[in-house]
């Protein structure tokens, strides 16, 4: 039984130290820091164990253009506690708190080539993206993203609205392909893009790696092939005013959705 609850002590903050040292093998944020956001309009949510601490999801206060907002920074889950619905349930605690709080707006990042977090973000959580930010954090030097240009899909999770407290699903009906997946002589994926000019269709897709770590792991030229033709498409669709709504799992691939965003029940964001 995985217990859910929000992380305010020093003893707990120790914990998600502790914590974020195995899941990303990098010096953790000082304590000093998360306490002081967790005191100021911050959030740290923690999933137990027992007394094992086995994830958590962190987030502190942001302000942009007159508004203010949660940034959530890092959600981290122990290995072996992974694909057991612990990362959602951490982001359903952190909106319930958060609504508390008196934030109606959450925003974060990942890897737009990450799936399996797309696929919570999206997918799961009804968040949208329209803001593709290149080399985010610069060149990082951990496991998940050393090698690769950093670049970072802005997820937005309205957390009011109908499209999300409803869970309500876009129109994603016959999506026009932005893209197409082609295997090399040794049978590794590449992108050949279609063509990104004139976009009027209601809904577009783009094929994407089922497991981007194995492949980058297998070839570091496959996987930049993939970030610099894959930042194309996403650029030019939000330029257009499209927002990717879902990722749809396949056999071999699995496939981004984009709707323009004036379609969903935002409520006026």
Known sequence: MIEIKELTTLEEMEQVQQLE?????????????????????GIMVGAYDGNKLVGFSYGFAGYKNGKAYLCSHM???????????????????QRTI????????????????????GYLNLTKLNGI??????????????????????????????LKSEYVEKQIDPIIENPQPLGEL???????????????????????????????????????????QWR????????????AGYTAV???????????IFVKKDSLALGGN
């Open 75 to 93: 959600l981290g889950i122990d290995e072996t506690y992974r694909s057991k619905q612990i990362g959602e349930q951490l982001k359903h605690t």
């Open 98 to 117: 958060a609504i508390k709080k008196g934030y109606d707006v959450m925003q974060w990042t990942y890897d737009p080539l990450e799936t399996r977090n």
């Open 182 to 224: 082609i295997f090399d002589e040794v049978g590794l994926p590449l992108l050949k893009i279609a063509s990104l000019e004139s976009l009027t269709a209601k809904v577009y897709s783009l094929p994407v790696p089922l497991d981007f770590q194995s492949l980058k792991a297998t070839s570091q030229e496959h996987a930049m």
């Open 21 to 41: 040292k195995h899941v990303w093998g990098i010096d953790p944020i000082p304590i000093h820091q998360t306490l002081t956001a967790v005191k100021n309009g």
């Open 129 to 158: 993206c329209h803001t593709y930010i290149e080399n985010c954090y610069g060149e990082m030097q951990d496991g998940f993203n050393k090698g690769l240009p950093s670049d970072r899909f802005e997820v937005h999770w309205y």
């Open 246 to 256: 879902r990722i749809q799992k396949n056999e071999q691939w699995n496939n981004y």
């Open 228 to 239: 610099m033709e894959s930042r194309k498409v996403f650029e030019s669709v939000f330029a």
